[in-house]
């Protein structure tokens, strides 16, 4: 049988009032008070109502997150951080599926489950500037990622020009001059060209060559992808000294390629990834990768549809948030 506050004011000798104060962290209970209603509600094993309590306030109690990937580590790990950080806002998180298709990615912006959620929290791929400018305005949006809209939404990422530059400063620093490009995108402007913007302003402010022949397209971000974007390079006679992979599922694919050709990591290639996934912790060669601060993007998207929510917030934000580089084998070699 349900424990109820009528039970836990019985039990702590108080009345309801008071146990509902506790409950909700109100400020005006003294200490003493709140300790002998704790110890009732551990004790009956009370659990709130966060259905109701929500519906009280005229919200569902729980936001949805769009991704365009679910398979790809990165997504599935801020997935995982942003349904921690709602949670510990009693929040429930809906989680969408997009594949990255501007189709998918317009229905859910455009307010689809708006009856059922508070807020949206969305990471997009193909979708245009002129899809969210028709949105209607029924719960609060944030973006995540590297497409940029010059929209009133707020929009959390790294500064990826600058993370992308580390990454090539990093190479550059132990003597390599031929620098591929993997992951760039064919014939469309997407996500990727920013780490690309970060290859090109640092080779070119160390006075080396941006080789276009070195960038290599891909269609996907997968290993298969850099796996055949790395194939592709060497095939036509190029003998790259390193690699910088738009993320970590296609430097491990590269690196696949590069250890069949017989060339060394890192002695023959170094390799950089993004995203510093679980997966690059645990390679037979660990992988030297970005590492974007994944809980504080997943606290600051959750955070800001909750101001947006509470009317707290009014201007559009741009919010980056921290980022590392993680240097492993791939690079430095073994130790």
Request: charged share 25%.
């Amino acid at each position: 049988m349900r424990v109820s506050l009528k039970d836990v004011a019985l039990h702590a000798g108080v009345s309801i009032k008071t146990v509902s104060n506790v409950v909700n962290d109100h400020p005006h209970v003294t200490p003493a008070m709140r300790t002998r209603v704790q110890r009732s509600i551990d004790e009956l094993g009370y659990r709130p109502n966060l259905t109701a309590r929500h519906l009280r306030k005229g919200r569902t109690g729980i936001m949805a997150l769009a991704l365009p990937e679910l398979g790809n580590p990165y997504f599935a790990e801020l997935a995982t951080e942003i349904i921690d950080a709602a949670a510990g806002h009693e929040y429930t998180v809906l989680l969408d599926h997009t594949r990255g298709r501007r189709d998918q990615e317009i229905l859910v912006s455009q307010g689809f489950r708006t009856r059922v959620i508070d807020g949206l929290i969305l990471s997009p791929i193909e979708l245009e500037a002129e899809d969210l400018s028709e949105r209607a305005e029924a719960v609060p949006l944030v973006l995540l990622g590297e497409r940029e809209y010059p929209l009133p939404y707020d929009h959390i990422a790294i500064d990826n020009v600058a993370a992308a530059r580390q990454a090539m400063r990093h190479l550059i620093s132990l003597g390599r001059r031929d620098i591929a490009f993997l992951g760039a995108r064919r014939g469309r402007s997407q996500p990727a060209h920013l780490r690309l913007r970060g290859w090109r302003e640092e080779l070119d402010a160390a006075g080396l060559v941006a080789d276009p022949r070195l960038v290599g397209a891909t269609d996907g971000w997968g290993h298969a992808d850099g796996a055949a974007a790395m194939a592709r390079i060497l095939d036509a006679g190029l003998q790259p000294d390193a690699v910088f992979a738009y993320n970590d599922l296609i430097a491990l694919g590269a690196m696949r390629v590069l250890s069949e050709r017989g060339l060394r990591i890192p002695q023959d290639v170094a390799v950089v990834g993004f995203d510093n996934v679980v997966e690059g912790h645990y390679g037979a060669i660990t992988l030297t990768s970005v590492s974007p601060d994944k809980p504080a993007i997943a606290r600051m998207a959750v955070e800001a549809v909750l101001a947006r929510l509470s009317g707290e917030q009014h201007e559009a934000r741009r919010i980056h948030a921290g980022y590392s580089l993680v240097c492993r084998e791939s690079t430095l070699g073994r130790r």
